[in-house]
């Protein structure tokens, strides 16, 4: 048994430490364990929205300049601090629920010809409902692979269920009812071996846990989901996906368009922002 003193020793020397005076409620002492859901609230929060609010005021449509590169620049940090990943390889943006939606409807298409998409009877309700609505919508069969309710996934079920029809293993690392922790690089392994791709939510594993990205890379067949920090449970999620994935699996919106951003100076966004002092728009289009 871990007694207080211990307890008080290794807060001491807890490299995080530092970081609880970031965050409002330190007055409370209230030990307060929902970081994976909504964390409490960091002290440069409401500054920094007000930063936001500010640049959209002033700079109208200019401020995408920089707002367009904060999914990179964010995702650069989430890659190389938390998740063992190369920079360029993880992207924030959407909730975990449409990054995972998108990861696996990229993955199915990848994957024409297998008609299975494996995962388990205790990965969290929203990635069953976003996998079931995918299974319906492409014709395939969704198999719910029973897990034990202490234990997770046992590796032994999910090797007997693979096939060259599988086209998808998708599963939590992180059971998030039991905690349960499944071995990812393994069970990756296990699904290339048999021709499927894997796709991991990472949100209760992500800066909690290694996440063993390294152990899945050999056939860069991997997308995940992950939710970091202190956001809600709808706050901004990352992907990830290993580079030699990304050509064959993207999805694009208008912001992927050259032509969108910065605005032509021509544009009325920036004849108003140049009017207002700033000089942030790109020479005019060619085209
Ligand atoms: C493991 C897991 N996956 C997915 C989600 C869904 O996240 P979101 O509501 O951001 O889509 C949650 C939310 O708590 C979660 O805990």
């Not at 922790?181 to 846990?209: P, Y």
Request: overall charge positive; charged content about 20%.
């Amino acid at each position: 048994m871990i007694t207080r003193q211990a307890a008080q020793q290794m807060d001491q020397e807890d490299p995080l430490a530092g970081f609880r005076s970031r965050f409002v409620g330190e007055a409370d002492h209230a030990l307060y364990m929902d970081g994976n859901s909504m964390g409490r609230q960091p002290k440069e929060a409401e500054a920094l929205v007000g930063q936001a609010l500010a640049a959209w005021r002033e700079q109208l449509i200019v401020a995408w300049r920089e707002w367009i590169r904060v999914p990179r620049r964010i995702g650069d940090l989430i890659a190389t601090s938390i998740l063992e990943a190369k920079p360029g390889e993880v992207i924030v943006g959407d909730s975990t629920s449409v990054n995972l939606y998108k990861a696996a409807a990229a993955a199915l298409s990848a994957q024409p010809g297998r008609r299975t998409i494996l995962t388990s009877d205790d990965n969290f309700p929203t990635d069953l409902y976003m996998l079931q609505s995918l299974a319906a919508q492409h014709s395939l069969e969704l198999k719910l692979l029973p897990a034990d309710p202490v234990n997770g996934l046992n590796g032994a079920v999910l090797r007997s269920a693979l096939g060259p029809e599988v086209a998808l293993v998708a599963l939590s690392h992180v059971a998030y009812r039991s905690g349960a922790l499944l071995d990812m690089g393994e069970m990756t392994r296990m699904a290339h071996a048999a021709g499927a791709l894997a796709l991991w939510d990472v949100s209760h594993s992500a800066g909690s846990v290694q996440v063993p990205h390294s152990g899945c890379r050999r056939r860069s067949r991997r997308a995940c989901g992950s939710r970091c920090g202190a956001g809600s449970a709808t706050a901004s999620s990352s992907r990830w996906r290993t580079s030699s994935r990304r050509r064959r699996a993207s999805s694009r919106s208008w912001s992927a368009s050259r032509r969108s951003f910065p605005p032509s100076r021509s544009s009325p966004a920036c004849a108003a922002s140049r009017k207002q002092g700033s000089a942030a728009c790109r020479p005019r289009d060619r085209s």
